[in-house]
């Protein structure tokens, strides 16, 4: 059972548009979540994250919103860049499970020129 | 959906002990799994890829001889820390591909905190 859902495998931006990158969870315990960017052949990159008494971060171009209640949360890149093409990978974590990631599937983020 | 476990999921030992962490893909074959490392607030870090049935490749600056990775099946992976010390602890994860696709699952995880 994936507590933490990507259900878009793949998604394709036009340059300059704005990216958004989805992410489900089915564990309301889940307090911490991250997303990470991952090119071929390197590991993840930590890009931003949120906790759960929050419901918006901002960081540059990126910007994660969560809701609570729909247990959702996206990933807006504005305005997506060439580099920015990659697999997104998000994560969330609970105190009470020693903050252990639950991971999503991933998905692959595809900016057209 | 694929599934990817840990075992276990936090261990402390002493300085100067072994540790051995399984991955394990609970429902789909994996020929290829990944194990990184993670420091607090860092990215996580390739430490070395594992092909079932051959040696693992080890990124650069991991000692292979400390970080034992084998590979023995389809579904189990395992990564041993030798000779321990606390500048080792660390947050382990590891991830599974199956062959032909190229999205990683990720495990959950294992703390280790050597004292």
């Known amino acids: 059972d994936q507590q933490v859902k990507q259900n878009s495998p793949s998604l394709s931006v036009q340059e300059g548009r704005i990216s958004i990158l989805n992410c489900d969870y089915t564990?309301?315990?889940?307090?911490?979540f991250l997303w990470y960017k991952k090119y071929p052949a390197e590991g993840p990159t930590f890009l931003i994250s949120i906790s759960s008494i929050k419901d918006k971060n901002e960081d540059g171009r990126f910007t994660v919103f969560l809701n609570k209640s729909a247990k959702h949360l996206s990933l807006h890149i504005v305005p997506s860049q060439p580099g920015d093409s990659a697999v997104y990978f998000c994560a969330a974590s609970a105190r009470d499970s020693n903050y252990q990631l639950i991971w999503g599937a991933g998905t692959k983020l595809i900016i057209k020129p | 959906g694929a599934v990817v476990s840990q075992h276990p999921s936090r261990v402390i030992c002493k300085s100067g002990t072994s540790v051995k962490i399984e991955c394990r893909s609970l429902d789909f074959q994996a020929t290829t799994m990944f194990w990184y490392r993670q420091f607090p607030k860092q990215s996580l870090m390739l430490m070395a890829t594992?092909?079932?049935?051959?040696?693992?490749?080890?990124e650069q600056g991991v000692e292979k001889d400390k970080f034992l990775i084998n590979h023995a099946s389809l579904t189990l992976s395992t990564l041993t820390v030798t000779s321990a010390h606390p500048e080792d602890s660390s947050f382990y994860i590891c991830s599974a591909k199956r062959q032909g696709i190229d999205t990683q699952y990720f495990g959950p995880g294992t703390r280790l905190t050597v004292l």
């Open positions: 594992s092909n079932e049935g051959s040696k693992a490749t080890y």
């Open positions: 564990n309301s315990m889940f307090d911490y």
